[in-house]
T-cell receptor
């Protein structure tokens, strides 16, 4: 089966600019996650979707970050405006509905964002 | 809330030597436990997982992990390390089947020839 697709792989922007990341999960995976991984740290959950509804966005900095999954398949994560501390790898993962913690996720390769 | 601690930030072992990476979790009941590996520039790959049953679980690439309830630990082991095992390893915990995973800070493994 095809894996989780993410684009772009790399992005460099100046602070205060906006940026968007795209994720296409594995076919049939109803649950989609966005994680932020700062260099030298473990991944931290930003938002969890079940189909096109938000399950958990408690750690999403909503003043600058937004995410959507309009048709319950692809998802977009946006940062506007970006800050230096947003430099990180943004990982998308997916799982079958209700099984994320039972079987683990499948991760994409991530988008490495550098804010200068 | 659950948490995961990986006490060792960096570990260096010689090729062919045995390996043990430590993971401690904090949660009132038995959580779902995972080990992931991340090679440079790559996403995370699942090595193995545990929820119930035999406390010694086997994973891919010759790795195994042992769940010890009394110590709230889930340490990862490999009897003989290969140079290709050099990567970052993350322990993760989930508290119910549909929930998100919480990750530890990771352990970077370096392998000496």
């Amino acid at each position: 089966e095809a894996g989780v697709a993410q684009s772009p792989r790399y992005k460099i922007i100046e602070k205060r600019q906006s940026v968007a990341f795209w994720c296409n999960p594995i076919s049939g995976h109803a649950t989609l996650y966005w994680y932020q991984q700062i260099l030298g740290q473990g991944p931290k959950l930003l938002i969890q979707f079940q189909n096109n509804g938000v399950v958990d966005d408690s750690q999403l900095p909503k003043d600058r970050f937004s995410a959507e999954r309009l048709k319950g398949v692809d998802s977009t994560l946006k940062i506007q405006p970006a800050k230096l501390e947003d430099s990180a790898v943004y990982l998308c993962a997916s799982s079958l509905a209700g099984t994320g913690a039972a079987y683990g996720y499948t991760f994409g390769s991530g988008t490495r964002l550098t804010v200068v | 809330a659950q948490s995961v601690t990986q006490p060792d930030i960096h570990i260096t072992v010689s090729e062919g030597a045995s390996l043990e990476l430590r993971c401690n979790y904090s949660y009132g009941a038995t959580p779902y436990l995972f080990w992931y590996v991340q090679s440079p520039g790559q996403g995370l790959q699942l090595l193995l997982k545990y929820f119930s049953g035999d406390t010694l679980v086997q994973g891919i690439k010759g790795f195994e992990a042992e769940f010890k309830r009394s110590q709230s630990s889930f340490n990862l082991r490999k009897p003989s390390v290969h140079w290709s095992d050099a990567a970052e390893y993350f322990c993760a915990v989930g508290v119910n089947a549909g929930n998100m995973l919480t990750f530890g800070g990771g352990t970077r493994l370096m392998v000496k020839p």
